[in-house]
């Protein structure tokens, strides 16, 4: 079975634009989830999607928002980049939203100049 | 809110010893699920063990084993035999209501 893919691997984007991250779960998973990795604040919940709604949220501004489609893939949009917003982005899948071991994708490399 | 801490930044081993990793965390929910996942340097984010907060015996997967005592909010990994490919960061997490909370990582060494 193929493992959770996210693409890009890698983005350079300037303050105050926009960005859109992808996720594709593993096969037959229904639950995606996002974190954000940094240094100073390691590794944090986004928010979770679940049968194209979102269950969960972490506690991040509203510039961060996403989607899930029909198909269980998700986005990620982030608006107005800030400096602040270089991260690792992870995106996660597991088969329910009650389901609780997660696998991880590879991550997005998200720098913002 | 769940916290998970792990006091020890770094730890370094010689191959083929043995390592203990410790975690701790607090909550107040009562079903929940414990992880630890590795991180080498490619980033990727993997799978080392699960435990369940209703089971009292220690999981194990090959090399990897927990410590977990529930009433002290403990959850250690022990690997043994180490190898140089277990040379990564590893974060100790709290499942529960759907979300994972992360420890902020120990990064470990395994010389040769």
């Known amino acids: 079975k193929a493992g959770v893919t996210q693409t890009p691997r890698y983005l350079i984007k300037t303050r105050g634009q926009q960005v859109t991250l992808s996720c594709s779960p593993i096969s037959g998973h229904r639950s995606v989830s996002w974190y954000q990795q940094t240094p100073g604040q390691g590794l944090q919940f986004l928010f979770e999607y679940f049968s194209e709604t979102q269950r969960n949220k972490g506690n991040f501004p509203g510039r961060f928002s996403g989607r899930q489609f029909s198909n269980s893939r998700s986005e990620m949009n982030v608006s107005t980049l800030e400096l602040g917003d270089s991260a690792l982005y992870l995106c996660a899948s597991s088969f329910g939203t009650s389901t609780h071991t997660q696998y991880f994708g590879p991550g997005t490399r998200l720098t913002v100049l | 809110a769940q916290t998970v801490t792990q006091s020890q930044p770094e730890m370094s081993v010689q191959e083929a010893e043995t390592v203990t990793l410790s975690c701790t965390y607090d909550t107040s929910e009562s079903n929940y699920y414990l992880f630890w996942y590795k991180q080498p340097p490619s980033r990727q984010m993997i799978l080392v063990i699960r435990q369940e907060a209703y089971k009292q015996q220690n999981a194990t997967e090959n090399r990897f084993s927990v410590n977990f005592q529930k009433a ?41």
Do not use: E
């Open chain 2, 72 to 112: 002290a909010k403990s959850f250690s990994l022990k690997i043994s035999d180490s190898q140089l490919g277990d040379t990564a960061m590893y974060f100790c997490a709290f499942w529960a209501n759907s979300k994972l909370t992360f420890g902020k990582g120990i990064t470990l060494s395994v010389r040769p």
